[in-house]
């Protein structure tokens, strides 16, 4: 089971950090996604750090901005989010998979994750 947590009201420009802890299984080995969906649009891919050697990718959109790291010790992903815009406002979703690849394409779409945690809310607004 993935729990997503840290969301909230954000004001633009604001730094949080989101979440992503495992319980029933550990985390060290399993590719880690982070996606979003805002209001009215599709689930977008964010970012994904590879299970083997820790590769991060990161969408053009919040490339600069986010961060995505492990802590494999607390069994725990984090998503760093620095100078939010209000386009930045969805439900952030963090997904895992076992043998997946970062940076293949099944990595960019829903399919690609077999576990999914329940959604952490941020809001970017004035």
């Known amino acids: 089971q993935l729990q997503a947590s840290g969301g909230g009201m954000v004001q633009p420009g604001g730094s949080p950090r989101l979440s992503c802890a495992a319980s029933?299984?550990?985390?060290?080995?399993?590719?880690i996604g982070w996606f979003r969906q805002a209001p009215g649009k599709e689930r977008e891919w964010v970012t994904c750090?590879?299970?083997?050697?820790?590769?991060?990718y990161y969408a053009d959109s919040v490339k600069g901005r986010f961060t995505i790291s492990r802590h494999n010790a607390k069994n725990t992903v984090y998503l760093q989010m620095n100078s939010l815009k209000p386009e930045d406002t969805a439900v952030y979703y963090c997904?895992?998979?076992?043998?997946?690849?970062?940076?293949?394409?099944?990595?960019?779409?829903?399919?690609?994750?077999?576990?999914w945690g329940q959604g952490t809310l941020v809001t970017v607004s004035s």
């Open positions: 997904a895992a998979d076992l043998g997946l690849l970062c940076g293949s394409s099944y990595s960019l779409h829903r399919g690609g994750y077999a576990y």
């Open positions: 750090i590879e299970g083997t050697d820790g590769s991060t």
């Open positions: 029933g299984f550990t985390l060290d080995h399993y590719a």
